[in-house]
């Protein structure tokens, strides 16, 4: 049907002055500057500098006509401007994700991007899936953060990602959850550890050596602690931190035994630097999910990736059990 003058849509107010005085790079730039409270973690996430994104403030600043921020000791807060600002970039940001995912299912999969947000240990599992799916649709990019738990349900909660992998659903979250894979945990030592070669140590013993385990927020440490809780004393944490692959370093260097995923010590194998202990208990099976909120509609490239990647599951598993013959890593 042909648009008359009657029958023609109504003009929206168009606000020229911002249009022609601020960019989308200056809304992106502030948009993580507010979420991460801080100038130069925002320059990390955006791979800029810190005084351009100073500069790149300060003109979007004026340009509202109003200061955005104030700083508050090392870092900085929206003032009620810059809450105003940060809500609407919000809505734009949502609106231009969604016609880029509509835009990319109109070109059936030959371009577009995948967004993942998944906990630590999922590092060692995902990138063979991610390198199989992308070799099957190259023109899809990929964004990946890794994270802990805590940051990973902050994403979640802010809906920043197409779909996230996690170790533990929280219980009252509105969410699709689809069981993904298995991540054991099993207790690795020195190879020169006298621990090596026995058969069922009891967990109890285990109390008796000192352990480098993982910071706050993870759901690995909350998971060995639960397990020595139920058994026994918990063993002295002699050190915490913040990677599996510091905690291996430590382990060979002799500071402590340790609880990690298998999938940490796939690159290892059997025969590498560390030791795996037959402990009563364990391994530990635990499971990850991929999650969305409820309700979300996924782009082409986003269920395509999640069709593919629950389909993979299962030969991985196998994998994985061939790879380590006498543990039952099933459940």
Same mark, same amino acid.
């Given at each position: 049907?042909?648009?008359?003058?009657?029958?023609?849509?109504?003009?929206?107010?168009?606000?020229?002055?911002?249009?022609?005085?601020?960019?989308?790079?200056?809304?992106?730039?502030?948009?993580?500057?507010?979420?991460?409270?801080?100038?130069?973690?925002?320059?990390?996430?955006?791979?800029?500098?810190?005084?351009?994104?100073?500069?790149?403030?300060?003109?979007?600043?004026?340009?509202?006509?109003?200061?955005?921020?104030?700083?508050?000791?090392?870092?900085?807060?929206?003032?009620?401007?810059?809450?105003?600002?940060?809500?609407?970039?919000?809505?734009?940001?949502?609106?231009?994700?969604?016609?880029?995912?509509?835009?990319?299912?109109?070109?059936?999969?030959?371009?577009?991007?995948?967004?993942?947000?998944?906990?630590?240990? +999922? %590092?060692?599992? *995902?990138?063979?899936?991610?390198?199989?799916?992308? =070799?099957?649709?190259? $023109?899809? @990019?990929? /964004?990946?953060?890794?994270?802990?738990?805590?940051?990973?349900?902050?994403?979640?909660?802010?809906?920043?990602?197409?779909?996230?992998?996690?170790?533990?659903?929280?219980?009252?979250?509105?969410?699709?959850?689809?069981?993904?894979?298995?991540?054991?945990?099993?207790?690795?030592?020195?190879?020169?550890?006298?621990?090596?070669?026995?058969?069922?140590?009891?967990?109890?013993?285990?109390?008796?050596?000192?352990?480098?385990?993982?910071?706050?927020?993870?759901?690995?440490?909350?998971?060995?602690?639960?397990?020595?809780?139920?058994?026994?004393?918990?063993?002295? +944490? %002699?050190?915490? *931190?913040?990677?599996?692959?510091?905690?291996?370093? =430590?382990?060979?260097? $002799?500071? @402590?035994? /340790?609880?990690?995923?298998?999938?940490?010590?796939?690159?290892?194998?059997?025969?590498?630097?560390?030791?795996?202990?037959?402990?009563?208990?364990?391994?530990?099976?635990?499971?990850?999910?991929?999650?969305?909120?409820?309700?979300?509609?996924?782009?082409?490239?986003?269920?395509?990736?999640?069709?593919?990647?629950?389909?993979?599951?299962?030969?991985?598993?196998?994998?994985?059990?061939?790879?380590?013959?006498?543990?039952?890593?099933?459940?």
């Amino acid at each position: 049907m042909a648009v008359t003058p009657e029958s023609a849509p109504t003009p929206i107010a168009i606000p020229e002055y911002l249009i022609r005085h601020t960019t989308l790079r200056q809304l992106q730039i502030f948009e993580a500057t507010v979420r991460l409270g801080s100038f130069t973690r925002a320059a990390e996430e955006l791979f800029l500098t810190q005084p351009t994104i100073s500069m790149q403030i300060k003109k979007l600043s004026e340009a509202v006509g109003l200061p955005l921020f104030e700083h508050v000791g090392r870092s900085v807060k929206p003032t009620e401007a810059g809450h105003e600002l940060y809500d609407s970039c919000r809505k734009i940001f949502d609106v231009l994700a969604n016609l880029e995912m509509k835009v990319s299912d109109l070109q059936g999969m030959r371009r577009g991007r995948l967004r993942l947000a998944v906990i630590t240990t +999922v %590092k060692y599992f *995902l990138p063979e899936l991610l390198g199989e799916f992308c =070799a099957m649709h190259p $023109g899809i @990019g990929v /964004a990946l953060k890794v994270s802990n738990r805590e940051r990973i349900m902050e994403r979640l909660g802010k809906d920043e990602d197409d779909l996230y992998i996690v170790g533990a659903v929280p219980e009252d979250a509105d969410l699709e959850t689809y069981p993904f894979a298995p991540n054991p945990l099993v207790v690795v030592a020195p190879r020169d550890h006298p621990l090596v070669g026995r058969k069922n140590i009891p967990i109890e013993e285990l109390a008796s050596y000192p352990f480098v385990g993982r910071e706050p927020g993870s759901g690995t440490r909350d998971a060995v602690r639960r397990m020595f809780l139920e058994k026994g004393p918990l063993p002295e +944490v %002699k050190m915490e *931190l913040g990677s599996n692959e510091a905690i291996k370093h =430590a382990v060979v260097a $002799g500071l @402590g035994l /340790a609880v990690l995923s298998l999938h940490s010590l796939t690159l290892d194998g059997p025969d590498g630097p560390l030791a795996l202990l037959d402990v009563e208990g364990f391994p530990i099976v635990r499971q990850w999910y991929v999650v969305h909120p409820k309700g979300k509609e996924l782009s082409l490239v986003a269920q395509a990736f999640l069709d593919f990647a629950l389909a993979a599951v299962p030969a991985k598993r196998d994998q994985m059990c061939a790879s380590w013959p006498g543990l039952n890593l099933r459940g």
